[in-house]
């Protein structure tokens, strides 16, 4: 999921929110890869409602791996 993710993410305006505790858990391990700048929700705003993350920035890592999986 986090190459998909990582792909949906480099066709976005960002920032861009990703919702649900999968997505988010994908964005926090792209995040630990290097592949993306992001906030991720406190446990205080996970409490109160949906909790989303909101990825900033693409990184040079980031494109590197999106060109490294699309075989080019």
């Known amino acids: 999921m986090r190459h998909t993710l990582l792909h949906y993410l ?19 391990a792209l995040q630990m890869e290097g592949c993306v700048k992001a906030v991720l929700p406190s446990k205080r705003s996970a409490e109160a ?5 909101t990825v900033t920035e693409l990184t040079r890592l980031g ?5 490294r999986f699309s075989g080019a």
Do not use: F
Not at 13 to 24: C, K, Y
């Open 49 to 53: 409602g949906v909790p989303v993350a």
């Open 63 to 67: 494109h590197r791996a999106l060109r």
């Open 10 to 28: 480099s066709t976005q305006r960002l920032p861009a929110t990703v919702a649900g505790a999968q997505g988010i858990a994908a964005v926090q």
